[in-house]
């Protein structure tokens, strides 16, 4: 197809690029780090902190230090208020909003420089994904477009949010890639939920020549097809009729009805081309990224990279683990001690976090992410997202999300962690309810994997905390999904929840007056 060719064919030269940085890592960085300095040494932040006179890695860890968010939001608050030069040369084009900050309402500044960071992390893994899953650029594709959970907004003169996924291509390759769209991008536009949903499934029902979905969040998806048999008999209708921009096809509508009509649904014979899947398959996302490969057995599962929303991290490659995103941003990987390490200092079996130096004005940013170190392809290190760096400590015994996140995947069902500050502390297994297996012997055997860890299992065993309980809610996930689409973020951006340490969330999930008083019209986003 036309439109591949062309995504294609700058793919692999942006691939032969990123290979040469991948053989030199360490000389990639550096040049990227200089060209990122020298650009913005007349900037305010630039200014401030001497880039001109910064000529090594460790003058400017001395020069600048590892800032979260918070600390850097009155640099953010002048770009907002529409002030040129304060962290870049070039002009703001955009912003975007951080979907995995459970505070929300952080806003980060885009430049034609940082997507173009994004540009060379996601087309170096479609070219590679191409050599070895050729099959998945044959057809159609469907990619996440988020529907509603946030109205169009301008701040400072300038609009939140890409105008689509495409963005992150380039310009020039937007219109090739809303070609192999199965999905037209005007569906994104319906503000009603419930018309969304229908639309979107009736697309991607008549899309007999599928071969690949890309999307964020695996709940999204799976929820997506959760609501099929609810809608089937419509979903046929408009298929066979002609509806919401579908094309009348009556022989096509008969094969999907026969493939609804299977218990579970038969996703391969509604898609038998459907050839990839790529969705986050790691660290919470990792139980949710399973069941949504039982639903599409046929399809190949590849986990993504580490694509945040302030720059690209990783990039997957479909032999191994995802690798560093040297063309895309200057990163930087702290250890247990506190030390700053480049990519090619890296240990195998540890973990770090990450900090990250953009040509979009971010400046040694604490991304709160952590990456395990599964060994290396040549000098390039292999990388696996485990979690966030957050820490739940009510007695001392500091819980790492990846740490809960492994806990709870010996669960086979929707879960998360609440710490709870009662008289005796304890720890709250939310779990969904409408699972069918045994779930009073849930909350017994997470405080009995949570006991890996040392001081948890001390302030057990003294009675500082006490035993995990069990708290089986009704649609967990939609639960969470709804609360989160109120605070504004886009759908397919949710992650699952993984630990609820702040009220507001904890009442979302737990309070059925709270969460049904709103006017969002919320879809069947799990059956």
């Known amino acids: 197809m036309s439109g591949w060719r062309s ?34 040494a007349e900037t305010e932040f630039g200014r401030q902190h001497r880039f001109a006179a910064i000529d090594s890695f460790e003058e400017f860890r001395a020069r600048v230090p590892i800032r979260t968010y918070d600390h850097l939001q009155p640099w953010f608050d002048r770009v907002t208020a529409g002030e040129p030069s304060v962290l870049t040369r070039e002009p703001v084009i ?20 940082s997507l173009r960071g994004f540009r060379a992390a996601v087309l170096p893994w479609l070219a590679d994904l191409a050599e070895r899953r050729p099959a998945a650029f044959e057809g159609r594709a469907y990619v996440a477009i988020s529907p509603i959970a946030r109205q169009p907004r301008i701040i400072g003169g300038i609009p939140v949010g890409l105008p689509n996924e495409g963005a992150y291509l380039g310009p020039e390759l937007v219109t090739a890639f809303m070609q192999m769209l199965a999905v037209p991008p005007s569906v994104a536009a319906l503000m009603d939920v419930d018309q969304w949903r ?35 008999e419509a979903l046929v209708r408009a298929i066979h009729d002609g509806a919401v921009g579908v094309a009348a096809d009556p022989a096509r509508a008969r094969e999907v009805d026969a493939a609804l009509a299977r218990h579970p649904i038969d996703t391969e014979r509604l898609w038998p081309r459907l050839d990839t899947l790529s969705a986050w398959a790691d660290g919470v996302s990792r139980p949710y990224a399973r069941r949504l490969a039982q639903m599409l057995p046929h399809a190949f599962l590849q986990p993504k990279g580490l694509l945040a929303t302030e720059s690209a991290v990783t990039t997957p490659r479909s032999a191994s683990w995802p690798v560093p995103a040297l063309r895309s941003a200057f990163l930087e990987f702290i250890d247990e001690a506190g030390r700053s390490l480049l990519c090619d200092e890296l240990q195998a079996g540890e973990t770090y976090r990450v900090a990250l130096t953009s040509p979009g004005g971010l400046y040694r940013y604490d991304l709160g992410d952590r990456l395990r170190c599964h060994g290396f392809d040549g000098p390039s290190p292999l990388l696996e997202f485990v979690g966030r760096e957050v820490v ?29 500050a009662a008289a005796t502390p304890f720890y709250e297994l939310l779990v969904d309810a409408g699972h069918g297996g045994n779930v009073q012997t849930m909350a017994t055997l997470v405080d009995t994997l949570l006991c890996a860890n040392p001081q948890y299992a001390y302030a057990r065993r003294i009675g500082q905390l006490g035993p995990v309980a069990l708290r089986p809610l009704e649609r967990l996930i939609e639960r969470h999904t709804r609360a989160e689409a109120l605070r504004g973020r886009r759908l397919a951006d949710i992650k699952p929840p993984i630990l609820v340490d702040d009220a507001r969330t904890y009442a979302a999930l737990t309070n059925q007056v709270d969460n049904e008083s709103s006017d969002f019209r919320t879809p069947s986003l799990v059956a």
């Open 7 to 40: 995504i294609l064919t700058a793919a692999r030269v942006e691939n032969k690029a990123f290979k040469q940085a991948w053989a030199a890592p360490r000389a990639s960085q550096r040049m990227l780090l200089s060209d990122i300095l020298q650009t913005n």
């Open 392 to 420: 739940s400590d009510l007695v001392g015994e500091k819980l790492h999300e990846d740490f809960i996140s492994e806990a709870l995947s010996a669960i086979d069902c929707a879960a998360c962690l609440a710490p709870r």
């Open 94 to 113: 955009a912003f975007e909003e951080t979907g995995g900050s459970r505070s929300g309402g952080k806003l980060i500044p885009y430049t034609a420089s």
């Open 198 to 232: 229908f639309a979107t499934l009736a697309h991607l029902l008549a899309a007999a020549d599928l071969t690949i979905i890309s999307v964020w969040s695996p709940t999204f998806l799976s929820a997506l097809l959760d609501a099929i048999p609810g809608l089937a």
